[in-house]
T-cell receptor, first 111, second 114 residues
């Protein structure tokens, strides 16, 4: 059974601080996606990484896929209140059409 | 495109009543997924369809749950009879093809069963 573990489960920090969220598995994934979900809305895709070691940047967000494609990280620089939300990672495999979802990291950025 | 549309946005019902949730996927998307999200269990896949055909319903909790997709633009998730433990946010998501992993989510239906 494929599992994705996210850590931390909850993070509350001050505006301007940096943070890193982790997504780990013992399984290999062909792709890893990061979604952000705001209260009252569905998850929205931020990025997809597909190559081991790949790094993608989205403004102040940096996403990395592990070399072995078993883990990923999301780093936010100078967090802002607008970054508040639930961050979900989801792993995909070439053999199926489902995504394996992590439990999420609830992030609160205090002004 | 308007994105994935779900209705109703909120539903409050009493235990034992039938509940029907509705979803209109993005036009041209071949896959449709129904998820349930709770604080305790996170996001759980209930069932998904490919070209209107149910492919995997192993996530459906029990026989009280059923889903249909009569055509490419409409799907329903029905709970009969509903129970308080069914209270959750139910999401519908669509995906353009098997090659594209991104799923597009609707805004969800918040179900409360009293």
């Amino acid at each position: 059974t494929q599992l994705l573990e996210q850590s931390p489960q909850f993070l509350s920090i001050q505006e301007g601080e940096n943070l890193t969220v982790y997504c780990n598995s013992s399984s290999v994934f062909s792709s890893l996606q990061w979604y952000r979900q705001e209260p009252g809305e569905g998850p929205v895709l931020l990025v997809t990484v597909v190559t081991g070691g790949e790094v993608k940047k989205l403004k102040r967000l940096t996403f990395q896929f592990g070399d072995a494609r078993k883990d990923s990280s999301l780093h936010i620089t100078a967090a802002q209140p607008g970054d508040t939300g639930l961050y979900l990672c989801a792993g995909g495999s070439e053999s199926n059409y489902q995504l394996i979802w992590g439990a999420g990291t609830k992030l609160i950025i205090k002004p | 495109d308007a994105g994935v549309i779900q209705s109703p946005r909120h539903e409050v019902t009493e235990m034992g009543q039938e509940v029907t949730l509705r979803c209109k996927p993005i036009s041209g998307h071949d896959y449709l997924f129904w998820y349930r999200q709770t604080m305790m269990r996170g996001l759980e896949l209930l069932i998904y369809f490919n070209n209107n055909v149910p492919i995997d319903d192993s996530g459906m909790p029990e026989d009280r749950f059923s889903a249909k997709m009569p055509n490419a633009s409409f799907s329903t998730l029905k709970i009969q009879p509903s129970e308080p433990r069914d209270s959750a946010v139910y999401f519908c998501a669509s995906r353009v093809s098997i090659r594209a992993a991104e799923q597009f989510f609707g805004p969800g239906t918040r179900l409360t069963v009293l």
